[in-house]
């Protein structure tokens, strides 16, 4: 079981059902032979505040091998206090790593326009996280996409259908290492 564990992002918020990066993992996986099977417990508008809630119960429903972790940028976008976010996405982190599941956590980075000290604060939150808890950063999801507006959606802050498989291309070279070898066919 491969649990994804984020905010809508990761939910597939405004694009076609089987059309987000997380439909999209699922598709690749069962193409190139894994056995995982993808389980999306993202939600919108989710903070880690509301992660931390949800969290245990997601990891004894489905009792993942490896999971994705994807918050942070709600808290980001409301302005919250770095060091709260980062607290929450490392207790984060820390629960999912145990008993000996793989972690990937996917960073962010929020708009210029949130000043200099709190946008690369919030940058090196996730890579400050990765380093004390021994994980795998993806550093910016959205990188390749956030910065083409043919790849968003109207909003400015959700990739479109044209922008999800760049998600996963971004996020499939340091997830596969993860995930072992593909079950023989």
């Not at 490896?66 to 808290?75: K, P, R, S």
């Not at 109207?154 to 072992?180: F, I, K, M, S, T």
Request: no cysteine; proline share 6%; charged share 15%.
């Amino acid at each position: 079981m491969l649990l994804v564990f984020g905010d809508s992002l990761s939910a597939g918020y405004g694009v076609a059902a089987g059309q987000g990066w997380v439909s999209l993992l699922q598709a690749k996986l069962r193409d190139q032979g894994y056995g995982f099977q993808v389980v999306n417990a993202s939600v919108s508008g989710e903070t880690t505040t509301g992660g931390l809630a949800r969290l245990p119960r997601a990891l004894k429903v489905h009792e993942p091998a490896v999971v994705v972790v994807e918050l942070g940028a709600n808290d980001g976008l409301r302005g919250l206090p770095l060091a709260t976010t980062q607290s929450n996405l490392r207790q984060l982190v820390h629960d999912a790593a145990q008993g000996g599941r793989k972690v990937l956590l996917l960073g962010m980075r929020m708009p210029p326009n949130y000043g200099e000290r709190y946008t690369t604060g919030f940058e090196a939150m996730y890579r400050e996280v990765a380093r004390q808890e021994h994980v795998v950063l993806l550093p910016f999801l959205l990188a390749g996409v956030a910065d083409k507006p043919q790849l968003m959606q109207a909003d400015g802050l959700h990739p479109n259908e044209r922008g999800q498989p760049v998600l996963l291309d971004n996020a499939w070279p340091v997830l596969h290492p993860l995930l072992g070898q593909p079950k023989a066919r």
